[in-house]
């Protein structure tokens, strides 16, 4: 007896010096890291988000400001005037363009957009649909479209097509608007269960992957861990509003990524519901805004969506946005391989969503919310909430971001060899690095956690 008492305390030392240093480790790697980060910073010219200032832009005529959109060192701005009655109405009551200094608008002639026949295909547009109002622009690799709203609904649409070249815009025509295309809402694919996922007994459920089983059934949807149908606990449940409902009268979808896996339950005469399930940590979250839209991170590191996101490691954040059916826009990516801004709007009162992703620190930045934004050749963020009435000056908020054309390297050092193995590596490095020092900081309810610590680290020695 006293042997096993001994072997018992034996272990638990053991492991108690090993999690020390593990915890040792973790320290050196995340001070090695960030002394690594700074030297690249230093090298690239790495920049993150920095508030540069606030400044107005004023317009001839009081108005709502609808879209904002950066050419050049240019900006057109779009916004919309109550006409009333008045007829014969102008371009500029609809565009402003300014020269954007790098912390003023200065008015310019509308020189830019000054074309006859875009002149008259304006005037048509306002004179058979009086009540246009200016939507928003988009911007293609190509081309610009201004798209206007031409009835009570925001599908009812019509588009000015410009083509882009050297900074000047060609008009090409006004029958363009099915050429603006939705960008996809979903970067995988939902799998609907069938009869070959149930596993029917006292208390029957579907199986999904057979990592994680679900019902929703007597009074609420339950998921589980074990695929044990004599029981009905399991480890998370979301009331129903039919009691009685069999097992065949939801409809139950999910996704196979990675250790996540986005499911979407529709409940007999209810709506879909979405969640997402970590195979690792065995954690159930509702994420009813996936039904919406789901984005890949960068190199496989989760999910965002609409008010959050999710990465594989389990890590995840949801934002308290009061917004309904936002869209996912589209993506840009900085020259820096580091930084992922993901647009989502809400066509319904033109508002904007941008969640800027960090790869090495594998966090989104706090969202801005807006009317109307554009980003310059320098990265230069210029962004507006529109008021509730109609104003002449309009603010705007001026942020510098690593959403840059280019990167600006410091060529000065161009014999370092953080310079020579170059930018795009050495994120890359650090972000699995990242990876493994979150992985340091888990608990051992984390299934197979040594497991994947080894595996990354030995990853990261063969690669880099």
């Not at 879209?67 to 109550?82: K, P, Q, R, T």
């Not at 089983?213 to 074990?226: N, S």
């Not at 009268?249 to 879909?272: M, S, T, W």
Request: hydrophobic content about 35%; some cysteine; proline content about 3%.
């Amino acid at each position: 007896m006293a042997v096993t008492e001994n072997t018992t305390t034996l272990d638990s030392g053991t492991y108690e010096i090993i999690r020390k240093r593990l915890e040792e480790q973790r320290l050196n790697l995340s001070e090695r890291l960030a002394k690594l980060n700074s030297a690249r910073k230093e090298i690239f010219n790495s920049t993150g988000f920095q508030l540069a200032g606030n400044q107005r832009i004023t317009t001839i005529n009081s108005g709502v400001a609808r879209g904002i959109l950066a050419l050049g060192d240019l900006a057109l701005f779009g916004y919309n005037v109550h006409f009333g009655l008045r007829e014969n109405i102008k371009l500029s009551d609809v565009f402003s363009i300014y020269k954007f200094t790098g912390d003023h608008f200065n008015p310019e002639p509308l020189t830019l957009i000054e074309d006859e026949n875009f002149a008259t295909d304006f005037s048509n547009l306002y004179k058979y649909y009086r009540d246009s109002i200016f939507a928003k622009f988009v911007r293609t690799e190509n081309y610009l479209f201004m798209i206007f709203q031409t009835g009570k609904s925001p599908e009812d649409l019509k588009a000015f097509k410009w083509l882009v070249r050297d900074q000047q815009l060609v008009y090409v025509d006004d029958r363009s608007i099915h050429e603006v295309k939705k960008t996809p809402q979903h970067e995988f694919t939902w799998i609907r269960t069938d009869l070959s996922n149930r596993r029917l007994g006292l208390h029957p459920h579907v199986s999904v992957l057979d990592k994680v089983f679900i019902e929703a059934i007597h009074g609420d949807i339950t998921f589980k861990i074990e695929n044990n149908t004599d029981i009905g606990k399991g480890i998370y449940s979301d009331p129903v509003l039919n009691k009685d409902q069999q097992l065949d009268d939801a409809e139950y979808h999910y996704a196979d990524l990675g250790n996540l896996i986005p499911v979407k339950i529709k409940p007999y005469g209810e709506d879909f519901r979405a969640y997402i399930f970590n195979v690792r940590t065995k954690q159930v979250i509702p994420v009813n805004s996936l039904l919406n839209a789901g984005v890949f991170l960068p190199d496989n590191q989760g999910l965002v969506f609409p008010n959050g996101y999710y990465l594989q490691s389990g890590e995840y954040k949801l934002f308290d946005l009061d917004f309904a059916d936002l869209e996912f826009s589209n993506s840009i990516a900085s020259p820096n391989g580091e930084d992922f801004l993901y647009v989502f709007y809400q066509k319904l009162t033109n508002t904007y969503v941008l969640m800027s992703y960090n790869m090495i620190a594998q966090q989104v930045e706090t969202p801005i919310i807006c009317n109307g934004f554009t980003i310059f050749g320098d990265g230069v963020l210029i962004y507006f909430k529109s008021e509730n009435e109609a104003i002449r000056h309009h603010q705007v908020q001026i942020w510098q971001t690593p959403y840059t054309t280019s990167l600006k390297e410091n060529t000065a050092m161009s014999n370092n060899v953080l310079y020579k193995i170059g930018n795009k590596n050495i994120v890359s490095a650090m972000s699995e690095s990242q990876e493994v020092i979150q992985l340091l900081q888990k608990e051992d309810s984390y299934e197979d956690l040594y497991e994947d610590i080894q595996k990354r680290a030995t990853d990261i020695i063969d690669s880099y």
